[in-house]
């Protein structure tokens, strides 16, 4: 992996933060060093020999890679991939490691990431045999990210699932599955999620048809690097963007047990833990609404 250079960053160095306001880590943790430009200086700096290298990946390991930056960029400046290449490339390797068994012989796997459990709901519902890997790493996709050991990593998870199809609730590890080639269907494509109220528009993965707060964050701080290096900042995200979601347009409060729906089960669970009820995809398979 070739890391950016300090002439990749210098524009967003100098930019005069015109990409804050739609930063979900600025706004959302109310803190000038989550500013973009302010992650984009740290790693200039230590690219230019002028900054320790722990600096440099604490600014890196803020960025959620979103894209919001990106989008509103008239220069469309990659930033988020540029900061993502720079953690991914400068961290320390995590060691590999050990394979969930697979259990069960059955074409689709269900990839169980939480203490639910709802492989034998999604049989009934395909109304055909499906097998179960649990993990609690996305299949490690730290490591199938890293520049060392990755490929490596990445051909044993291929084998490991090879011939299957992995069905999904959550992005980061479909985010694994498609670095390595495997073919996935989403649960949130497969069971009905349709209901009132509004919807939670996660920034990777399938969304819901539906309307969300117009001042909703682009991230919910279930994502990336920014829960495993800065997890008091990754809670401070998730409350604020459960408030901004739990509060309705005309500034009263919603009953969320109805009315907040998010296609993605990593940021529901986020979510949960910042105070909101949210029904997810293994919400709607395990109990449908009537």
């Known amino acids: 992996m070739t890391l950016p250079t300090d002439h990749d960053l210098a524009i967003c160095v100098y930019c005069p933060k015109l990409c804050r306001h739609v930063c979900p ?52 400046r990659p930033l988020g ?24 012989d059955a074409r689709h796997v269900a990839i169980e990431t939480d203490e639910r459990h709802w492989a034998a709901a999604l049989a009934t519902l395909l109304d055909q045999p499906v097998a179960c890997l649990r993990t609690d790493d996305h299949l490690g996709l730290a490591a199938l990210g890293h520049p060392v050991g990755g490929s490596i990593f990445s051909r044993r998870l291929e084998a490991h699932l090879a ?10 590890t479909l985010s694994a599955l498609q670095l390595v ?8 494509d497969l069971v009905d999620m349709a209901g009132p109220g509004l919807v939670h528009h996660p920034c990777r993965g399938p969304r819901l048809p539906g309307e969300t707060p117009p001042d909703a964050l682009a991230c919910c701080g279930a994502t990336a690097a920014l829960p495993d290096r800065h ?24 009953d969320t047990a109805l009315q907040l ?17 949210v029904r997810d995809p293994i919400d709607a398979l395990l109990a449908p609404a009537s």
């Open 25 to 76: 880590v600025a706004v959302g943790t109310a803190r000038e060093s989550a500013a973009p430009s302010n992650m984009a200086l740290q790693v200039f700096r230590f690219l230019r020999g002028q900054g320790p290298v722990d600096l440099a990946l604490d600014a890196a390991a803020l960025c959620v890679e979103c894209g919001a930056c990106t989008r509103h960029c008239d220069l469309d």
């Open 81 to 104: 991939d540029l900061l993502g290449q720079l953690y991914r490339g400068l961290s320390t390797p995590p060691a590999p490691p050990l394979l969930p068994p697979i259990q069960g």
């Open 163 to 172: 011939g299957r199809v992995a069905v999904v609730s959550e992005h980061r």
């Open 181 to 188: 080639g495997v073919e996935t269907l989403h649960l949130a």
């Open 231 to 254: 997890a008091a900042l990754a809670r401070d995200l998730a409350e604020e963007s459960a408030r901004r979601l739990g509060v309705a347009p005309d500034g009263g409060q919603h």
């Open 261 to 277: 729906r998010s296609p993605d089960s990593g940021c529901a669970n986020a979510l949960r833990a910042a105070g909101l009820v």
